[in-house]
């Protein structure tokens, strides 16, 4: 019963608060276990970076500000993010992160999420988003050939080197996001700056070099030659960039 007491202290303040405050230098996820979070008031101080997790969908904030060069980073995910607040100051260099994530040889590169952004009342510089797709993994290294055996004195000749394997091809970039600004009609246009370019693709993979021939031998009654060098392998093709997203922009 204590412990779970404890439990509840750790995380109620956090989800029923009516205001949050993020540090600076500090990274703080926000809770997204029902899939709504409501704020009076969300601060993310110089430098500080808020994590939206991927099951977070809407986030309502009264008031939003943001610190030099601070931060919210969104996990990608499947479903659409909405984003609203009645006033929101930016500092300079903060920034809207929803970036999908990059590729690995395992797994493929992710989109960036789709976000609904709607400011009521706008100060800032600069209104920056980059919801630009993940890079896809570049391709598997070609294998080197194996080497050619070396002849006998008594028998045969030098074995040939194996030829490099292919190098493997570049994974696919993902998709940009689709991101609809709901923004002030006094807001400067110039003063937007979203990216929502698709992922790069994968960088082709290496081809495996070509094996060596077996080496020639010096006999009592003649030599042996050695063998010929295998083939390089050929190097993989590129990956293709994700498709870009879209942007939309709403004057109220």
Known sequence: MRRL?????LFTPLAMADSLSVEPHSLMRLPGKDGV?????????????????DNLVELKVGELQLG?????AIVPGA???RIEARHAALGEGSQILARGAPGTYEKDALPGRDLQLQLQSLQGAQL????????GAPGYFGLDGGSGTEPG???????????????????????GAQVHLQL????PAEAIKVQVDGGAGGQPGAPGKPGPGGKSKGCFVYDTAGGKAGRAGQPGEPGVAGRAGALTVQRL
């Open 128 to 135: 920056s988003v980059d919801a630009r797709g993940g890079a």
């Open 5 to 9: 007491c404890l439990v509840a202290a």
């Open 37 to 53: 979070l409501t704020l009076d008031r969300l601060v993310i101080e110089d430098y500080a970076t808020l994590l939206v997790p």
């Open 79 to 81: 479903q659409q993010l």
């Open 68 to 72: 030099h060069e601070a931060r919210i």
């Open 153 to 175: 004195c008594l028998w045969g000749e030098a074995g040939h080197g194996a030829n490099g394997l292919n190098g493997g091809n570049g994974h696919d970039g993902a998709a």
């Open 184 to 187: 002030p009609r006094d807001y």
